[in-house]
């Protein structure tokens, strides 16, 4: 008999959690206008809100931090961090930001001007909101085959080549770059073949733009190519994101995410160009360029953390976690986004809400409802992500309308999942006697969904 797999580490270190009462979620949630971003943690018992920031560090990242070097310029910490993002990725600049959407703040105020086009797949929300923030459009030339939930694709991530020729030919002049995101969040945390990365790469050649890789998650999308590209199973996933990365010409990182680190980001390029312009907004918006609003003790960590998480073990438990909640909700029929992807489950709302129309926000309300049944916080993304048109100031409802569970790295486990899965069952199984969704109260002008005030029909 084969052994089963097992995690690839052991637990040194946990943090208690608790359980609440019905009754104390209703009056929390209400006091939070139904936003479950304005919830206190300690008001929740699982938290899967997002997998940002949230993962728990190795022993080895601990040990890191004592010895961070603190020093404003030149800390032996960034040439460590920069070691490893030239190593891993094999671009030779690297600009150090706290955070992901820091990233894309220094690089898109050096890159991206009204009126310019920006298309890629499914552009992730703070992306979005960097580029029409600066009236310039994002277009999605995501693979039609994303929208249909119940579809099986090995690659549902991928760019539709076609659309994004079209985009090319028609915006020309005004496209700075393409934007590939690895792997696609907002379809579902679904993987970007690198055949596909390749047919990207090849017609930007063709049309001279550069491309750059949101690659927030591109240890998961590696793992994806290696066990379902063909070729690919017998490289490492050190192996394939070299070959990943000598597609792009830069790439933004959000650590929080793949580098398994509390905070942190950085851009990398090996475009001159764009390096020398983003240092200087780099230095206007996140500090000096070997600190980047990182502390020294940070960046050693998250250079341990890249280190290991591209190995192929580490991936394998946190993929096979995801595929183990999903195998769950299979056996309660809940209809999600198919196949899961690597870093969450993505309920399909309106299939589950089938009597609450979209103007009410079904998954806003499937969030609200998981809440109250277990203390599980997921989030919505979804219409109420989607934000209004920038022109018209209509709300967007031409996308899927998610409730996300996403899964922090190496924090909880499979018995946690069953819970999940169970109170997911229960609220699935009453579906039908909730017939109203949300109505929002007041919204902010963009990114709307962190702050939004709701109220329950
Ligand atoms: C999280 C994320 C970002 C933004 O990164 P932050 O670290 O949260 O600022 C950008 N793109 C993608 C795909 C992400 O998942």
Same mark, same amino acid.
């Not at 398994?260 to 090996?270: D, K, W």
């Given at each position: ?116 086009? #920006? ?23 995501? #693979? ?30 005004? #496209? ?199 203390? #599980? ?81």
């Amino acid at each position: 008999m084969d052994l089963p797999l097992a995690e690839s580490w052991k637990i040194k270190m946990i943090e208690p959690i608790r359980k609440s009462t019905r009754s104390e979620r209703e009056r929390w949630l209400k006091e939070a206008h139904y936003n479950v971003f304005k919830l206190k943690a300690e008001y929740v018992y699982i938290d899967l809100i997002t997998d940002s920031g949230t993962g728990a560090m190795s022993d080895r990242q601990w040990a890191s931090l004592m010895i961070g070097d603190e020093s404003y310029a030149g800390a032996t910490s960034f040439f460590k961090m920069e070691e490893t993002v030239n190593r891993i990725t094999g671009f030779k600049y690297v600009l150090p930001t706290h955070q992901g959407r820091a990233a894309e703040n220094v690089l898109f105020s050096c890159l991206v001007k009204e009126g310019d086009y #920006i298309p890629g797949n499914s552009h992730f929300d703070t992306t979005k909101g960097h580029i029409e923030s600066r009236k310039a459009f994002a277009i999605d030339c995501t #693979i039609d085959e994303a929208l249909n939930t119940q579809l099986e694709l090995p690659f549902k991530g991928n760019v539709d080549i076609q659309k994004l020729e079209k985009v090319l030919i028609e915006h020309n002049d005004k #496209i700075p770059f393409i934007i590939v995101t690895i792997t696609n969040n907002a379809a579902g945390g679904q993987p970007v073949s690198m055949q596909n990365l390749r047919e990207v790469s090849r017609l930007a050649k063709k049309f001279n733009k550069p491309v750059l890789f949101d690659s927030a998650r591109f240890a998961e999308n590696a793992y994806f190519i290696k066990t379902r590209e063909k070729g690919y199973a017998g490289k490492t996933i050190k192996e394939i994101c070299r070959e990943m990365f000598a597609l792009a010409d830069g790439m933004t990182m959000s650590a929080k995410k793949d580098a398994v680190v509390n905070m942190g980001g950085f851009i990398a390029t090996n475009m001159e160009e764009w390096y020398e312009q983003a240092k200087i907004k780099g230095i206007v918006f996140e500090g000096y360029v070997t600190y980047g609003g990182m502390n020294g003790r940070d960046m050693n960590a998250l250079a341990v953390g890249l280190d290991e998480n591209t190995e192929f073990e580490n991936l394998e438990t946190r993929i096979r976690q995801i595929e183990y909640l999903a195998a769950r909700l299979d056996e309660f029929e809940i209809p999600y986004q198919r196949p899961a992807g690597g870093h969450a489950i993505f309920i399909d709302a309106p299939k589950v809400l089938t009597k609450v129309a979209k103007e009410e926000f079904p998954a806003q309300r499937l969030t609200v409802e998981l809440y109250l049944e277990a203390g #599980i916080r997921g989030c919505e993304i979804g219409y109420i992500l989607a934000d209004r048109d920038p022109v018209t100031r209509e709300n967007r409802f031409d996308g899927n309308d998610f409730l996300r569970l996403a899964i922090p790295r190496r924090t909880y486990t499979n018995n946690h999942m069953d819970v999940v899965a169970v109170a997911l069952k229960n609220v699935f199984d009453r579906r039908n006697s909730i017939t109203h969704g949300m109505a929002i109260e007041w919204e902010a002008e963009l990114m709307r969904h962190f702050t939004v005030k709701l109220k329950r029909l």
